[in-house]
């Protein structure tokens, strides 16, 4: 959400910021909010002026109240009838502020100046290829495929217990999926990182201050009857942690990494891609997410996806970055860039993981302030994938499928997997 100040002050660059998101439909919003804040503006005006005047009228009543009775009993009415329109003005001014933060939730954040402009992830921009990417000179099946020469996954019975986009991990593919796991949580834990495993439900006022409406119609799952939510990243319960907290500077950054099972709607295509492993309701991951001085911002960005780059790297799968152009980031986001992991079989690059600033639109809706010396201000925060799988797996088994149907364990997975070095 951005600060009210920024619109009275830069309606123009607020809509400027509108169009470069191609989203010209919220630009009837600033005037709206500009309108509604100058009428709350008026009504704390006069209800400020209000309550001197029955602060005054009070005082007199105690100085006539002995000597002329009759005056003070006049002075008291004045009070009463002043009282009375107080109680209309703060009923009206709580009315607009309501409109005003309802309708500010819908104004996208601004992007950063570096942002590329575009209307959709086509036209993301290619920033650096890590890895040579390879096509074997054999054929590389289906992750499902591999998973059944290993007896490792069972679709079907999900089906009947839990309905489409759900699955059961068997044997040693869960088992890699594990590994996988457990190696981020340590990878991140020598990177400094704190490790938290966080409610797995967020309540709606965390929902609606880490996400726009948009997204969570898209993603969330609602507990019936609770004013609950099923979290589809731990970021939403990692920064929900800190609602309305004020943060000494000294604690500054906090950085930490959580472990949850994630769960979302998944509305859209279901083609071939997308079936098996890859777009499903339930997954698990492990995340990052730092909240930091505004002036830190752009240091941690730069650190937080390369480590997701190193993550992948460590485990011989190659993959790119892409900066998310303007119409592609979600309404909080400054600034965001993917990384995709090399896929040998469709012989191109799939998303893995994404990396954002959100400038301090998270902190604000949440009421998340630092403290120093010269008083407080909003922190920003920042959130990052290390590993969302079973699509790591997926990356992981394609990249390292041999044409006699085994599969090499990386270096830095075998510890976690007892020693084995190949899967037969």
Not at 42 to 67: A, C, H, M, P, Y
Not at 226 to 241: A, F, V
Not at 273 to 292: N, S
Not at 397 to 404: H, V
Request: negative net charge; contains cysteine.
């Amino acid at each position: 959400m951005i600060d009210i100040n920024f619109i009275r002050n830069n309606p123009e660059k607020v809509k400027e910021n509108i169009k470069k998101k191609f989203q010209d439909d919220k630009l009837i919003l600033v005037d709206e909010v500009k309108e509604l804040d100058e009428k709350s503006r008026e009504l704390k005006n006069l209800g400020d002026s209000l309550r001197q005047e029955r602060n005054q009228i009070s005082n007199e009543i105690g100085l006539v109240i002995k000597d002329n009775p009759n005056l003070a009993e006049s002075k008291k009415q004045l009070v009463l009838e002043i009282n009375k329109k107080l109680l209309e003005i703060d009923q009206q001014y709580s009315e607009i502020t309501s409109q005003i933060r309802e309708k500010m939730l819908l104004i996208p954040n601004i992007i950063a100046d570096s942002v590329p402009i575009g209307k959709n992830d086509t036209e993301n921009v290619e920033l650096k290829k890590y890895g040579e990417p390879i096509v074997p000179n054999y054929e590389i099946p289906y992750h499902s495929e591999i998973c059944d020469i290993f007896s490792g996954l069972d679709k079907e019975s999900a089906g009947r217990t839990s309905g489409n986009g759900f699955y059961y991990l068997l044997g040693n593919i869960a088992r890699l999926h594990s590994a996988l796991l457990s190696y981020a949580r340590d990878f991140m834990i020598e990177k400094g990182f704190t490790y938290c495993i966080p409610p797995f439900m967020i309540r709606s006022d965390v929902v609606s201050g880490v996400m726009s409406f948009a997204e969570m119609d898209a993603m969330m799952y609602k507990i019936e009857g609770e004013d609950l939510y099923l979290i589809g990243t731990s970021e939403h319960s990692l920064i929900g942690k800190f609602k309305d907290q004020i943060i000494s500077e000294k604690e500054l950054p906090l950085n930490l990494t959580s472990y949850s099972p994630c769960f979302r709607k998944e509305k859209g295509a279901h083609g071939l891609e997308e079936r098996g492993l890859y777009r499903v309701h339930q997954f698990e991951k492990q995340e990052m997410v730092v909240l930091c001085k505004p002036e830190e911002a752009m240091d941690w960005y730069d650190k937080m996806w390369n480590y997701t780059v190193e993550f992948f790297r460590s485990l011989d799968i190659p993959v790119r970055t892409l900066e998310c152009c303007s119409g592609d980031l979600a309404d909080l986001k400054v600034k965001s860039c993917d990384i995709e992991a090399w896929s040998p079989r469709q012989k191109k690059y799939f998303e893995v993981g994404s990396c954002s600033i959100l400038g301090d639109a998270q902190a604000r809706r949440l009421s998340i302030r630092s403290k120093n010396d010269e008083g407080t201000y909003y922190v920003t925060t920042l959130n990052n994938t290390v590993l969302a799988t079973p699509r790591g797996l997926i990356a992981l088994l394609e990249n390292n499928y041999n044409e006699d149907k085994t599969i090499n364990i990386p270096k830095v997975l075998r510890p976690y997997m007892g020693g084995l070095e190949v899967l037969k």
